[in-house]
């Protein structure tokens, strides 16, 4: 027990090193979040058996409401950095654990998204209150770098990332997002697959394959970001974040506006050198690759990421039909065509890609 609770990488070290300040496990996964929780909230229950007080405990709370203020609206999680689809209702027995512990309302509703399993008969409530679920506005985990944006009155979700690169886990994805909207995933990250796949270095982890600004056509470099602006608000919110020194001799800068009715997205790449640079600004959405783009009403550009927007060199759309192909605990299948943002610019000055992103896809569940 000595080795488990006082030892190197035992019970207080790791609620006190690895658990960041908002909950979330420091490695920015949750895959690797519940794979901790697990384990960490036995350690608890077998010293309260052994009449050893843990104090400590305390941060497992933080460890169970953590997932609560970043799940999208089917109850997935982001998949940043090394994570697949974790879903909260594959957790549900540590709600069950949790609600005996710490008797928060809102974790009822998970408990019992799925029936009560052996976990839960041993470690879980005797019983239930009624859960209550209030509804989820924007959240911020500052210490962990993620921003969730919420729209009253719509299912848009958008999961900002902006935080430590989360150690071996980690992506070189600063200023990235995933979303949600129309019932199903828009903005994709490529989340992991098996680690003995060659691409998982070469692909997942790579700054391409992720919703934000690559330069000189290389990966950015492991950095930890910085909140600039955040404006949580009834009808919009609007956050602000700078990558951090991702790129030598180059400030990247990226807001985004989430209201009911679009997402607003205004990214800044600058040269601080005096050196010419290529910016390209990625994106990829859910959905399959087709030749008959359809003009959408209301955006400055289309849905297809063709036109909105200033900056110097022509965007490369891919075009994105509406259905989708995303599964959740699945492989990206198709539908991953990055848009390139022009090169070269003033390297004095900026090149700022605008974009609305409204009536994207909709997705079929
Ligand atoms: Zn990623």
Partial sequence: MDLALDG?????????????????????????????????????????????????????KRMLDAPL??????????????????????????YDVGYRLFKDARYVAVAKTTGRGLESLLWGSPEFTAGTTPPLGSELLTSSGIAILRAPGSDRTLAVKFGPHGGGHGHLDKLSFISYARGARQAA????????????????????????ISVDGKPQ??????????????????????????????ALERTLVLTAEYTLDIAEARSLDGAAHQFDWVYHNFGATGEHARPHDGCGG????????????????????????????????????????????DPRGGDGARRVYCGDGRGTR
């Avoid at 492991?222 to 001799?249: D, H």
């Fill in 8 to 60: 190197p990488g035992g019970f207080k070290f790791q609620m006190r090193e690895s658990v960041t300040a908002d909950g979330a496990w420091f490695e920015g996964a949750w895959g690797y979040h519940f794979f901790a929780l697990n384990p960490l909230l036995l350690t608890r229950e077998m010293a309260e058996r052994a009449g050893i007080a843990l104090p400590e405990s305390a941060s497992l």
């Fill in 69 to 94: 203020a970043c799940v999208f609206p089917d109850g997935t999680l982001p998949n940043f950095n090394d994570s697949g689809y974790t879903s909260l209702s594959n957790e549900s027995a540590w």
């Fill in 189 to 212: 990250d490529p989340g992991t697959q098996a680690y003995g796949a060659k691409s998982h270095s070469t692909w997942d982890k790579m700054t391409v394959a992720h919703n934000t």
């Fill in 221 to 250: 470099a492991e950095s930890t970001g910085k909140l600039l602006e955040w404006n949580p608000g009834a009808q919009a919110t609007q956050i602000r974040v700078s990558a951090g020194p991702v790129y030598p001799g180059v």
């Fill in 302 to 345: 289309d849905d297809r990421g063709h036109g909105a927007g200033p900056g110097p060199g022509p965007a490369r759309a891919g075009a994105v039909r509406d259905g989708a192909a995303e599964r959740p605990g699945g492989a990206i299948r198709d539908g991953l065509r990055g848009l390139r943002r022009g090169a070269g610019g």
